[in-house]
């Protein structure tokens, strides 16, 4: 992982990590480790379905905490800036081809807003759209065929 590019964050995307890392690395610990003793209480664990699920819920817990101190540690935190093209942080407007228009923010699955469609760079959407400048015709693949859109607008995004 060393040759990755670092994640780009916005700064409300990277409090948000650092809020959720925080509530794992204290009360979820407290709450998973209460569960595990509980389920282990109830007798033979091979055999104990609670204890079974308190443990992969445990393991699951400790994935996402490594996941977000790597994201952490390997971010760019900085607010987008207006390059005239699509960039990382950018909101584009496309058209589709039957008309219908739709906003897309260029991002890391990290700084996901409900306002706006996600496209990450390294998907194929997201990756077609980067560089492109108001005006462009866009074609990507995806897993339903090949898709064409019309760039119609690019500002950097806002929280």
């Known amino acids: 992982m060393p040759d990755e590019e ?3 964050l916005t700064p409300a995307a990277h409090q948000k990590l650092i809020d959720e890392l925080d509530e794992l690395t204290t009360t979820g610990r407290i709450e ?10 109830h007798g033979d664990i091979r055999e104990n379905a609670d204890y079974d ?8 817990m400790e994935a996402r905490i490594r996941k977000i101190e ?3 540690k390997t971010s760019e ?8 093209t699509v960039d990382i942080g950018s909101v584009v407007v496309i058209r589709r081809p039957d008309g219908s228009e739709m906003d897309v923010f260029v991002a890391a699955p990290e700084n996901k807003v409900d306002a706006y469609t996600l496209a990450s760079p390294s998907s194929p ?5 980067m560089g492109a400048h108001a005006g462009d015709d866009v074609d990507y693949e995806a897993p339903g065929g090949t898709f064409t ?11």
């Not at 998973?32 to 209480?41: D, K, L």
């Not at 699920?53 to 699951?60: I, R, S, T, V, W």
């Not at 959407?125 to 759209?129: I, Y």
Request: hydrophobic share 45%.
């Open 125 to 129: 959407l997201g990756g077609a759209l």
């Open 149 to 159: 859109v019309t760039v119609v607008s690019i500002r950097p995004f806002e929280a």
């Open 77 to 84: 935190v900085r607010e987008p800036t207006d390059t005239g």
């Open 53 to 60: 699920a308190a443990k992969n819920e445990q393991g699951l």
């Open 32 to 41: 998973i480790s209460a569960r595990i003793a509980e389920a282990r209480s």
């Open 6 to 8: 670092p994640t780009w």
């Open 70 to 72: 790597y994201v952490l």
